[in-house]
C-alpha cells in the first residue's frame, strides 16, 4: 500500500482514483478543481490533462458470447455503477447512475467533469505511469541515491514511450 505524508502540502494534481484516501487525510480541509491556468509569454494558458474511461469490451472470439455479453451488462448496468459509486467515490459511466444527486456532490467528480473539455484522449499504457511514478517519487525524495540526472530523464523517456503492446 502507498504511504501518504501530508504534512506541508497545501495542494497537489491527483485523480479521482486517490480522492477518497486524500479526502480522509485531510478531512474538511479537503476539496477539488479543474486545473488552473498560468501565464506564459503574456498568453493564459489552461492547464490540460488525460481524460478517458474505464473499457468494457467482449471478445468477439469467445465461445460464450451471450454470458460474455450478460457479464459486461452486469458490470455497467445502473444498479452496479451506484454500488461502485457508493463503495468506491467513483464516478458511474453508466448515464442513469451518474445523473444521481449524490453523485453532483462529490468534489472530485465535478472537477473532472469541470476539467473534460481541456483534456487530452488518454492513449498511454501502464508503462507510461509506472515510468512517471518512478520519476515523480524519486524527486519527491530528493534523488537519495544520487542517480546521475541524465540517467534519471533517460529512464522516463525510455518508460514514457515504450511501446502500449510490450
Known amino acids: ?30 476539496g477539488a478543481v479543474k486545473l488552473p491556468t498560468y501565464t506564459c509569454a503574456g498568453q493564459q494558458i489552461q ?3 488525460f481524460k478517458g474511461y474505464k473499457y468494457m469490451a467482449v471478445n468477439a472470439y ?3 458470447p451471450e454470458w460474455a455479453n450478460k457479464l459486461a451488462q452486469w458490470f455497467t448496468n445502473e444498479d452496479n455503477q451506484k454500488l461502485r459509486f457508493e463503495m468506491k467515490n467513483a464516478g458511474p459511466a453508466n448515464k442513469a447512475a451518474a ?11 465535478m472537477a473532472v467533469m469541470d476539467q473534460a473539455q ?3 484522449l488518454q492513449r498511454v499504457g ?15 525524495a530528493g534523488n537519495p541515491d544520487n542517480t546521475d540526472l541524465q540517467e534519471i530523464m533517460d529512464n ?8 502500449v503492446a510490450e
Open 47 to 49: 492547464m490540460s490533462s
Open 99 to 109: 445523473a444521481d444527486d449524490a453523485v453532483k456532490k462529490v468534489p472530485a467528480i
Open 1 to 30: 500500500m502507498q504511504e501518504y505524508r501530508t504534512e506541508g502540502i497545501i495542494a497537489g494534481v491527483s485523480g479521482c482514483w486517490n480522492a477518497a484516501k486524500i479526502k480522509e487525510l485531510w478531512g474538511d480541509d479537503y
Open 62 to 64: 469467445t465461445k460464450y
Open 156 to 163: 522516463l523517456v525510455a518508460g514514457i514511450t515504450q511501446s
Open 126 to 140: 501502464n508503462s507510461y505511469w509506472d515510468a512517471a511514478t518512478e520519476f515523480g517519487e524519486k524527486m519527491a
Open 118 to 120: 481541456y483534456g487530452k
